[in-house]
């Protein structure tokens, strides 16, 4: 795998670090990491399968640590700020790194972060593994429109397959989910599979690749 650039960049009024990855072309993944305060940051190993799935597919990768999280400035928010976030990721790989088309992949509480960050995303296309919906309260008021895929392992209890399918119904009715058997939710011994899994869906020649 490329070793990536570790940065730092502007959030609302703290400064976050990431590790940036480049490929050619005009496509960017941003990566959101599970609860910091259960010890997630942009580290973890989901995380970095999300990130190898990109890359694999030819598009550059910021992973980042939310507010106070490794090196980031701040601290903890219980969502609304980590959305702030990510949003701010976004516009950084948009107006610095210069990659006009951004895809958001969150794990766990980063799949809570980017449900809260909802309409700022638009149609931004998303991917999330794992979202906890059975552990926190994920919004279900507005469509998440650009949410193309779930994953999530068929023995995880915070993210339980049914729960998963009827949040997808209600928010994003033509996103497409794939449940792993025998996973949990930290996807020991199936980590490879959830690489797979996201690079077939990001594959140019899928019908569900980023636009």
Known sequence: MPQGSRIMFPGQGVGLEGVYTEKPGDRAAVLC?????????MDNPVVLAMEAACLDCGISTLRFN?????RS??????????????????????KVLKKPSVLVCGYSFGAYAMALA???????????VAPAVAFLSFPREHRLSGLGLAVAGARDAYAPPDLVRRYLEMVAPEAGLHVIENADHFFWGHLDEVRMIIAAHLRPSDKKSLH
């Open 118 to 128: 909802g309409s700022g995303l638009g149609d931004t296309p998303m991917i999330m």
């Open 66 to 70: 939310f507010r106070g999280t490794g």
């Open 73 to 94: 400035e701040g601290f903890h928010a219980d969502g609304p700020g980590e959305a702030e976030d990510l949003l701010a990721a976004a516009a950084h790989c948009e």
């Open 33 to 41: 990491h599970p609860h910091p305060l259960y010890g997630g940051d």
